[in-house]
């Protein structure tokens, strides 16, 4: 599967360019509704109705003036559990080579991972056509895979790319998720909607990254803590990705088998380093006039502000 699933250099034309033939990127903004914002995390495969509803309204208002986007969540409280009880992102431990046909246990437990993400993936596009967005959405499996738990050939394939593109064109907006995958040496894996951030910022040309969260940022601490502070602006190396922070807790709920908040500012630093167009990623909450700003492009009175060094 890793043969079928290389991607070309990322300077190779075979990819295509992260612009538009007039010269304009495909995208102005990658925007990300953490699972956080539209599922209430703790509460099994249950949405967050009021946050969606007010992020997906954002978001139909930014197509109103023109704005081009593409659009990923996260799982939140569908798919986290089966992955977890039934090793989803583990994989098998039997020698590469030997992973075909997946152990009966492992099938069944990808498919329900699978089906319970597809669900929250229809209740978001449902909640974006109600507000007039003309959303699409994209699933990973069985089109893009991992091996070794990364992407083949280090990015996502050219088929992924181009299918993007061609909604864009067609003045849709792409919508994409997290997703239970094939991983060419352990079987399966789960291939998390943070990656996508990173790639589709690359490769439509995305002048910001905007991360949809329940609370108004990264905090020194969890918010509901007392002395808990806002941290406005994180600069990162371009270089290595290191993020000039401290003090800030990195705590994670146990069944957030993609890494909770330390996952999400690695991903943001990685969006820093991987897409030359980004000019700065956000951190916000769903519905919040921060939230508004960030999407246009604005740095947020409220929310966190990654940036390069």
Not at 195 to 215: H, Y
Request: hydrophobic share 40%; charged share 20%.
């Amino acid at each position: 599967m890793g043969g079928i699933l290389g991607c070309f250099p990322i300077e190779s034309d075979a990819r295509g360019s992260p612009n538009r033939p007039d010269g304009t990127p495909w995208v102005d903004v990658v925007v990300k509704i953490g699972g956080s914002a539209c599922t209430k995390k703790a509460q099994f495969e249950t949405l967050h109705t009021a946050n969606l509803s007010a992020a997906c309204g954002q978001l139909a208002a930014l197509a109103g003036e023109g704005v081009h986007m593409a659009i990923i969540h996260g799982a939140g409280s569908f798919g986290h559990q089966q992955a977890k009880e039934y090793g989803v992102s583990k994989g098998t431990s039997e020698a590469s080579g030997n992973t075909w046909p997946l152990p009966k246990r492992l099938r069944e437990g990808f498919a329900k991972t699978r089906l319970s993400v597809t669900t929250l993936n229809r209740y978001v596009l449902t909640a974006l056509v109600q507000e007039g967005l003309p959303a699409v959405g994209i699933s990973p499996c069985p089109f893009v895979g991992l091996d070794k738990k990364k992407l083949s050939g280090g990015c996502i394939p050219p088929v992924a790319v181009e299918g993007s593109k061609g909604l864009l064109k067609s003045g849709l907006v792409p919508v994409v998720h997290g997703d239970a995958v094939l991983d060419a040496t352990q079987g399966s894996a789960i291939l998390s909607g943070d990656i996508w951030m990173v790639e589709f910022c690359r490769e439509l040309g995305a002048r910001s990254a905007v991360f949809v969260t329940d609370v108004d940022g990264v905090f020194t601490k969890p918010p509901t803590e007392p002395g808990a502070q806002l941290v406005k602006e994180i600069l990162v190396d371009p270089k290595t990705g290191e993020l000039e922070l401290t003090g800030v807790s990195m705590d994670c709920a146990s069944h957030d088998v993609t890494g909770g908040l330390k996952a999400k500012l690695e991903s943001a630093a990685a969006v820093l380093q991987g897409a030359p167009s980004v000019q700065a990623v956000y951190i916000v909450k769903a519905g919040s006039s921060a939230a508004a700003q960030a999407m246009r492009g604005v740095t947020p009175t409220e929310g966190t502000t990654l940036r390069r060094r």
